[in-house]
């Protein structure tokens, strides 16, 4: 692939300086031919007619244009290019093609529900393609057998267990209440930087090793190179990942860090032989291979840190331009915390108090396991800092927190429900991309099998599909003014198949559902109880008359322009005790869904 790699070989033959030449140009050649033949031929053929699509009443339209106009607006403004192409085909169903890949993108009731019925629609396949944003080592974390997809998704439900889950949330409560400590007392922020980072912390708690959770700096190091893979992923290294470009370079070194990072910390935890209680040990014990253990972890990092980061930034951007919701939140996060969790805010238990191995508050499962560890490199940092704001750490309010169980944050927070499946439904820019892979022939004679009929459209076989949530979550048919946030709107309670996938649908629900809506949850009841001010601002800090629209050409975060909006917040003084009157005060009943008539205004709602 490299053209100095002819080098040696010309040498032998020529004079060194028409070796150096050969080695450059004849390569060159070659992908000329090759960029002619796949591209520009197809191009041409496309446009000059297409007889087979239109004698055939079943084949999508084709878009008008050349493949090579397909490339950069698809990649770099995808929601823009999917609904022109709409508007351009005159139909629910058209496809276009990158390079010589034929893409088929489906809208409507009737294709939504036969994409995500259907059953030989490979997910994998048609992410690696269509995306290129995931760290890419064949045997890795690509290329894998259905064998060892499917023991990674068995894994993975198994990190979801209740008890599991239930080991992991004062863990989780605790890296967001260390993380949001380093913020200040009071300031602005960037919730789409300072959030990302958040999710990140505890994704690494969640499913990577405790050592590397524990350490700070890794973490930050960890991410830096996930960051490199989103902005170093290019329609080049998309569509031609053998073309050792400067962008491929940098995705492949970053790939290699990564896989080093996590292979190092497989390996002094092997040869330590010290078990901790995080996600990879129970792969050690289950004994799964060690390349099985490292793909594990460097896939899921990016899959659940991307969009549930996404998912929480848009969250806490949301809350801080509708007060009145974020006091609905709190004022359920407080009617949790009087019925499980009322003596809590006394603070942490005492050790003590947990000496037992039976103890069962989670509380007291986190003193036993830090006992019995070293201290993490963080653990003095802003010590002197915050030692002078002690009335307004969010110390005890986390340990409050952790107190409540599993159950009650899964079955008791329907407003917090509310807000994150109105979040997704505004602000997660998702395009599900599936590639049809045949499992079986489907009639006698067609080799690979036949096609497939999505919405009345046939898709051959290789074809890779896309539906983009846009085409219900916006839709002004099934949501009134789909752009404005409103977690009390009534089509919310929909009947209709398939009229929210905020999640995933059918077969392809995403398999991390609980743990992200866990995190979501504890990240949003920190926010609305720990901070009295949380009030969005412009560039200067002036309050903004209305929230920025998510940008849904933003394929990775929905990030609104730059500049365009922060969060300013201030801590809530003597948070303990304000949580702990009104803990006595409320009612412990769980708070009523909001209803439709009661949606909050503010002055930041207009646009939404």
Not at 493 to 515: E, F, H, I, N, Q
């Amino acid at each position: 692939m490299y053209p100095l790699g002819f080098l040696p070989f010309f040498c032998s033959l020529v004079p060194e300086w028409g070796a150096v030449a050969a080695a450059l140009v004849l390569p060159i050649l070659v992908l000329a031919l090759w960029f002619y033949y796949a591209v520009l031929a197809r191009s041409l053929t496309s446009c000059g007619g297409g007889a087979d699509d239109a004698d055939d009443d079943a084949a999508p339209v084709r878009l008008p244009g050349s493949a090579l106009a397909h490339i950069l607006p698809f990649f770099h403004r995808r929601f823009d290019f999917i609904n022109e192409g709409f508007q351009l085909a005159g139909q629910a169903i058209y496809q276009f093609s990158l390079l010589r890949t034929p893409v088929i993108v489906l809208s409507g009731e009737a294709a939504r529900r036969d994409f995500f019925q259907a059953k030989d629609l490979d997910l994998n396949a048609g992410f690696k393609f269509l995306s290129g944003a995931i760290p890419m080592m064949p045997g890795v974390t690509s290329d894998l057998e259905a064998r060892r997809i499917a023991l990674i998704h068995k894994r993975l439900a198994a990190a979801q267990t209740t008890d599991r889950l239930a080991r992991l949330l004062p863990q989780i409560v605790e890296d967001s209440r260390r993380t949001m400590d380093t913020w200040g007392f009071s300031g602005t922020l960037d919730p789409f930087e300072r959030l990302s980072e958040l999710i990140f912390q505890t994704t690494v708690r969640c499913l990577a090793f405790a050592e590397l959770a524990d350490d700070a700096d890794a973490v930050r190091r960890l991410k830096g190179l996930y960051d490199v893979l989103d902005t170093a992923t290019t329609p080049a290294t998309v569509l031609l990942p053998w073309l050792p470009g400067p962008s491929a370079v940098r995705k492949l070194l970053a790939t290699k860090r990564i896989y080093d990072i996590i292979g190092a910390k497989l390996d002094e935890r092997m040869q330590g032989g010290i078990a901790r209680d995080d996600t990879p040990q129970m792969l050690i014990d289950a004994g799964d291979e060690r390349l099985i253990i490292i793909g594990f972890i460097m896939g899921l990092l990016v899959a659940g840190a991307r969009s549930t980061g996404t998912t929480a930034s848009w969250l806490i951007t949301f809350l801080s331009g509708h007060p009145l919701w974020k006091e609905k939140a709190a004022e359920e996060v407080r009617r949790l915390i009087a019925a499980h969790a009322p003596t809590a805010n006394a603070g942490p238990p005492s050790e003590s108090s947990c000496t037992t191995p039976t103890s069962a508050s989670p509380s007291c499962q986190w003193h036993q396991q830090q006992r019995h560890q070293q201290p993490p490199a963080h653990a003095n940092e802003n010590a002197a800092s915050l030692s002078s704001s002690s009335s307004s750490s969010l110390s005890p309010l986390a340990t409050t927190l952790s107190a409540i169980p599993l159950g009650a944050w899964e079955t008791e927070t329907p407003t917090l429900d509310a807000l994150i499946r109105e979040t997704l439904r505004v602000a997660e820019p998702h395009v599900a991309m599936r590639q049809y892979l045949p499992q079986s022939t489907a009639s006698a004679g067609e080799k690979g099998g036949g096609p497939l009929y999505l919405g009345g459209k046939a898709v051959p076989p290789g074809a890779f599909v896309m539906y983009p949530f846009s085409d219900v979550h916006l839709s002004p048919e099934v949501y009134k003014d789909p752009w404005r946030w409103d977690p009390a709107r009534a089509e919310m309670s929909l009947k209709a198949p398939y009229a929210y996938v905020g999640m995933g649908a059918g077969s392809t629900t995403c398999l991390g559902k609980r743990l992200a809506t866990l995190e979501l949850k504890l990240i949003a009841a920190l926010f609305v109880l720990g901070f009295d001010e949380l009030r969005a601002v412009d560039a200067k800090g002036a309050p903004l008359a209305e929230l920025p629209r998510p940008n849904w050409n933003d394929i990775l975060t929905c990030k609104p322009p730059a500049g365009s909006c922060y969060v300013r917040f201030g801590r809530t003084v003597g948070a303990t005790a304000t949580a702990a009157a009104a803990a006595t005060a409320v009612a412990p009943a769980p708070a009523p869904a909001p209803a439709a008539s009661s949606s909050p205004a503010s002055p930041a709602s207009a646009s939404m």
